[in-house]
């Protein structure tokens, strides 16, 4: 599977940006998906999920803030986040979530980069 996330860009603090993640190949709707996120100097980190039966978990750090949907139909997940903080900074990318490691594989594709000025 291949995935391509956009949507990326420069906001400032408080602002908002929704990305996109584009999923080849069949059987989108049964699969679980992720946003991830890795920071200047960090490790690549899980911030959100959503399963194949549309629950979703996050992070701490971004409850209340981001909302990941799908649109099972475009095999595209969403990452809507509002109320953007310099912390967000980072590249994000889409990929398989822990409850899904095992079931399918995909590579991470050049993510996205989100940058959020203070």
């Known amino acids: 599977v291949q995935l391509q996330a956009s949507g990326g860009g420069l906001v400032q603090a408080g602002g908002s940006l929704r990305l996109s993640c584009a999923a080849s190949?069949?059987?989108?709707?049964?699969?679980?998906m992720g946003w991830y996120r890795q920071g200047p100097g960090k490790q690549r980190v899980l911030v959100a999920s959503?399963?194949?039966?549309?629950?979703?978990n996050y992070v701490d750090s971004v409850k209340g803030r981001f909302t990941i949907s799908r649109d099972n139909a475009k095999n595209t997940v969403y990452l809507q986040m509002n109320s953007l903080k310099p912390e967000d900074t980072a590249v994000y990318y889409c990929?398989?979530?822990?409850?899904?490691?095992?079931?399918?594989?995909?590579?991470w594709g050049q993510g996205t980069l989100v940058t959020v000025s203070s």
């Open positions: 990929g398989v979530p822990p409850a899904d490691w095992g079931k399918w594989s995909a590579s």
């Open positions: 190949g069949s059987r989108f709707s049964a699969r679980g």
């Open positions: 959503i399963t194949s039966g549309g629950t979703t």
